[in-house]
């Protein structure tokens, strides 16, 4: 429901893609459910929460100078690599 979520989706694709390509490898035992059958491991790990208000982040203008993530419950391994 944000106003910017294609631009954000577009942004998570972007550096989806780009990790891919350097050879970075998705570990799925991050995931704790199944798959529905739309889903992939990446589309999974890269739509938390954590991940899209970096993807946020970055496509503002001016680009801010940090970034800090807080979050209160408890961040799974693959958002903080």
């Known amino acids: 429901s944000h106003p910017q979520s294609t631009?954000?989706?577009a942004k998570i694709?972007?550096?989806q893609s780009k990790a891919i390509e350097n050879g970075f490898i998705f570990d799925s035992s991050w995931i704790?459910?199944?798959?529905?059958?739309?889903?992939?491991i990446e589309s999974v790990l890269c739509g938390h929460?954590?991940?899209?208000?970096i993807a946020l982040s970055l496509i503002?203008?001016?680009?801010?100078?940090?970034?800090q993530v807080?979050?209160?419950?408890?961040?799974?391994?693959?958002?903080?690599?």
């Open 32 to 40: 704790t459910r199944s798959l529905n059958e739309n889903e992939t």
């Open 60 to 67: 503002q203008e001016p680009a801010p100078k940090f970034i």
């Open 13 to 15: 694709d972007r550096l």
């Open 7 to 9: 631009e954000i989706y």
């Open 70 to 81: 807080v979050k209160n419950l408890r961040v799974c391994g693959h958002c903080r690599k």
């Open 49 to 53: 929460s954590e991940l899209l208000v």
